[in-house]
């Protein structure tokens, strides 16, 4: 990938970066706006370098969520007293979806990711790719698995982490 090349990336997609940060990172860290975004490229220009993203039809999905995981980062790091700790937590909760939140939780406690260590090992492979933001059709290519067998081993390993955090 050379410098145009990713420029051209830069100016086709930065309205949905833009949107990303702007719909995820709290008003108060809006002074840091341009930062998410700047850290959103380089983290993907990494990964384009180095081949990772693999369906170039799904550029625009990838790097919302790249900025989406941003601005989450961004918001934990200021986290500074329970009142803002509580109004995120509500923020996640009224996430349409589960699904969606769910991720979000776990990416934002990192303490959650510890418990990982407990999953069967057909299920943390799963589990890590969903950590990572892979959705469950790129999950399944990768692993070379049905897209149901994904959900199921999803579900399973939401599952176990869930009971292991009520004990």
């Known amino acids: 990938m050379n410098s145009d090349q990713f420029t051209s990336i830069v100016e086709k997609t930065h309205h949905i970066v833009l949107a990303a940060v702007r719909k995820y990172l709290f008003i108060e ?23 990772q993203l693999i369906d170039a039809t799904k550029l625009n999905s990838w790097l919302y969520v790249i900025a989406k995981n941003e601005s989450i980062r961004i918001n ?3 986290l500074r007293d329970r009142d803002i700790e509580k109004k995120y ?19 934002l ?9 407990y999953i069967p090992v057909k299920y943390k492979k799963t589990f890590d790719l969903f950590l990572e933001g892979q959705n469950e059709s790129a999950i399944a290519e990768k692993l070379k698995i ?12 939401k599952a176990i982490i869930c009971k292991i955090l009520r004990d």
């Not at 509500?90 to 990416?107: V, W």
């Not at 406690?109 to 260590?117: S, V």
């Open 29 to 51: 860290h809006h002074s840091r706006i341009d930062d998410a975004v700047q850290e959103t490229y380089i983290r993907a220009y990494k990964s384009l370098v180095t081949g």
């Open 76 to 78: 934990k790091k200021f």
């Open 89 to 107: 937590s509500e923020f996640l909760e009224a996430e349409e979806n589960s699904t969606e939140k769910l991720k979000n939780d776990l990416m």
């Open 109 to 117: 406690f990192d303490e959650i990711k510890n418990y990982a260590e």
């Open 146 to 157: 049905p897209k149901g067998t994904v959900k199921s081993r999803l579900h399973r390993a």
